[in-house]
Nanobody, 124 residues
Framework: QVQLVESGGGLVQAGGSLRLSCVAS????????VGWFRQAPGKEREFVGG????????NYADSAKGRFTVSRDNAKDTVSLQLNNLKPGDTAFYYC?????????????????WGQGTQVTVSS
């Protein structure tokens, strides 16, 4: 059974950076559109950014543009989320999710497979 596994979360000061990674245990991400979502305590899960598998097109939420970057490394079969200039408001559990359709989606229910998430905490 394919499982998504995130890594790279942690505690960082405001203005710092983290790099999150997503791999598919027992499968591959090479033909998956991958989205990154986050959920803070008491808030709904929200789309952060994503990358398609057909053209590696990326798209981002407004809150992520200019600070976060989604990338794919097919040699390592990994999709990453680079988080720069982090703010306390970015504190949340971050999840990667995968879907086979080649186009992106901002909607969480459009994704078929989810990881367990990794915690990102930004201190002021």
């Amino acid at each position: 059974q394919v499982q998504l596994v995130e890594s790279g979360g942690g505690l960082v000061q405001a203005g710092g950076s983290l790099r999150l990674s997503c791999v598919a245990s027992g499968g591959t991400l090479r033909r998956s559109t991958v989205g990154w979502f986050r959920q803070a305590p008491g808030k709904e899960r929200e789309f952060v950014g994503g990358i398609t598998w057909l053209s590696n097109t990326t798209n981002y939420a407004d809150s992520a543009k200019g600070r976060f970057t989604v990338s794919r490394d097919n040699a390592k079969d990994t999709v990453s989320l680079q988080l720069n200039n982090l703010k306390p408001g970015d504190t949340a559990f971050y999840y990667c999710a995968a879907r086979l359709q080649p186009h992106p989606s901002f909607m969480s229910d459009a994704y078929d497979l989810w990881g367990q998430g990794t915690q990102v905490t930004v201190s002021s």
